[in-house]
């Protein structure tokens, strides 16, 4: 399974945007980049996936390197709920098993 | 509607002893996955069940087990349980394997003793 690099931990003020990088250099053309977030005391929770284009939704954006060999996630206002550790996952289309790496713990200070 | 439920959130056993984790997945949702997290391994995959077949399997020992029923609910079975098998299980369910995302549920905490 291809693995993801993410830094162990980012600090961002609240209410300021957040960039949470992630490097998978050996990504498959049939790897989608999934993120999800794991809050204190709660089981993980899906925030976004892409294949090859950025994407939007509700809770975030994804940017994608041309090369796919990076991605990042990107918390416009982050606030105090958005305190988490985020993990980047590679996942093989038609694959339901996710690998989770060590993950980026993001403190939001008040 | 209502979320991924499992039951019990908390648990206690001894060393030797077998321990059975219950998922109940969102209604419609047909694939159920289980991973193990512990502070030192993180989070790993266990297995997943689809329509009552077991699908993918991780890296871990036969002690570990599950089963799928045909109403989706999942249980996971530990045999023998060991020290190093307390850790928070977790319970995820997506409607099936394409792209969609997985929604987990709360987790049980298990406890060897």
């Known amino acids: 399974d291809a693995k993801t690099t993410q830094p162990n931990s980012m600090e961002s003020n609240e209410e300021e945007p957040v960039h949470l990088p992630c490097n998978h250099s050996?990504?498959?053309?049939?790897?989608?980049i999934h993120w999800y977030r794991q809050l204190p005391s709660q089981g993980p929770e899906y925030v976004i996936h892409?294949?090859?284009s950025n994407v939007n939704n509700r809770m975030a954006s994804l940017a994608i390197a041309e090369d796919r060999k990076s991605s990042t996630l990107i918390l416009h206002r982050a606030t105090l709920r958005d305190a988490a550790v985020y993990y980047c996952?590679?996942?093989?289309?038609?694959?339901?098993?996710?690998?989770f790496g060590t993950g980026t713990r993001l403190t939001v200070i008040p | 509607k209502a979320g991924v439920t499992q039951t019990p959130r908390y648990l206690i056993k001894t060393r030797g002893q077998q321990v059975t984790l219950s998922c109940s997945p969102i209604?419609?949702?047909?694939?159920v996955s289980w991973y193990q997290q512990t502070p030192g391994q993180g989070l790993q995959f266990l297995f997943e069940?689809?329509?009552?077949?077991?699908?993918n399997k991780g890296n871990f020992p036969g002690r570990f087990s599950g089963r799928q029923f045909s109403n989706s609910r999942s249980e996971m079975n530990v045999s023998t349980l060991e020290l190093g098998d307390s850790a928070l299980y977790l319970c995820?369910?997506?409607?099936?394997?394409?792209?969609?995302?997985?929604?987990f549920g709360p987790g049980t905490r298990l406890t060897v003793l």
């Open positions: 995820a369910s997506s409607v099936d394997t394409l792209y969609n995302e997985q929604f």
């Open positions: 050996t990504i498959s053309g049939t790897d989608y």
């Open positions: 892409g294949l090859t």
């Open positions: 996952i590679l996942r093989d289309v038609g694959a339901n098993n996710l690998f």
């Open positions: 209604s419609g949702h047909r694939s």
């Open positions: 069940y689809f329509s009552e077949t077991q699908r």
